[in-house]
């Protein structure tokens, strides 16, 4: 039994036009726009992959309200590419945030509805990942944390640091899923959340059974009665298990 990080969930006030931004800020498309969900991924992405992880955008009336405890970060080649693709944001809509990084070589952005994220300088670890580096998800004990996400996800370790732990497909394609550790506990629902499925033939009742007693919780977001599954991780980060696909 297993399952497999598919895609990212961002709750959108205007799903279409946070689709239309992220496909432009990534060189993605726009895959699906429909009245419940509007999609990005790359250009004849194969869903569900390992290259990327698409990115679906929900109705959600709930403004969003503080720093957001998962966000993108982008990666770039070199710092004149790193300047290219800010600028390139900018003009699509982002703005600068704020989310007390002080100085750092990073830039970090919002997109039109306030989701935060960075612009990476350019770090080696992050060639072959495509436009998102990183996945990455704020919580109090990142050690802790990775070994669940690793059993949910089907992703290998990759690096652990006091602070810090990493994911990756095991074939070493697409992003990575980063656990950092930061002060503040979670406040509301995550407006940004992952989706996991099993292969097919698999069972997402059966599978949401093997995440509960790796750590996982139930979680009522308001789902009523889905297919899926609502689950929140050990730190209450939800998620949901998927049909088998």
């Known amino acids: 039994m297993s399952t497999r990080l598919v895609h990212l969930v961002i709750d959108a006030a205007d799903p279409s036009g946070q689709a239309a931004f992220w496909a432009a800020a990534l060189g993605w498309d726009v895959a699906a726009d429909e009245p419940d969900e509007a999609v990005a991924w790359p250009a004849g992405f194969d869903y569900p992959g390992i290259a990327a992880l ?15 405890r998962v966000h993108l970060d982008l990666a ?34 919002a997109d039109p509805e306030g989701n935060e994220l960075c612009v990476l300088e350019p770090r080696s670890v992050y060639r072959g990942t495509g436009p998102v580096a990183a996945v990455v998800i704020d919580c109090a004990d990142p050690a802790k944390l990775v070994g669940f996400w690793s059993e949910a996800s089907g992703w290998r370790v990759a690096s652990t640091e006091p602070g810090f732990c990493s994911l ?9 899923l980063e656990l950092i550790r930061r002060p ?62």
């Not at 590419?81 to 945030?97: C, E, H, K, T």
């Not at 990756?168 to 990575?176: E, N, V, W």
């Not at 995440?211 to 609502?230: C, I, K, N, T």
């Open 54 to 68: 698409p990115l679906v955008f929900v109705p959600v009336a709930e403004p969003k309200a503080g720093k957001n």
């Open 76 to 109: 770039s080649a070199s710092l004149d590419d790193q300047a290219d693709i800010v600028r390139r944001l900018r003009d699509l809509g982002a703005a600068p945030a704020d989310v007390s990084q002080g100085e750092v070589p990073w830039v970090v952005l």
């Open 168 to 176: 990756r497909s095991a074939s070493g394609a697409g992003p990575f």
């Open 184 to 245: 503040g506990g979670k406040n509301g629902k995550n407006r940004i959340h992952p989706d996991v499925a099993p292969f097919p033939g698999g069972d997402n009742h059966a599978e949401a059974e093997r995440l509960v007693a790796a750590g996982a919780s139930p979680a009522d977001v308001g789902q009523g009665d889905v297919r899926w599954v609502v689950l929140a991780d050990p730190e209450g980060n939800e998620f949901c298990v998927l049909t088998p696909r």
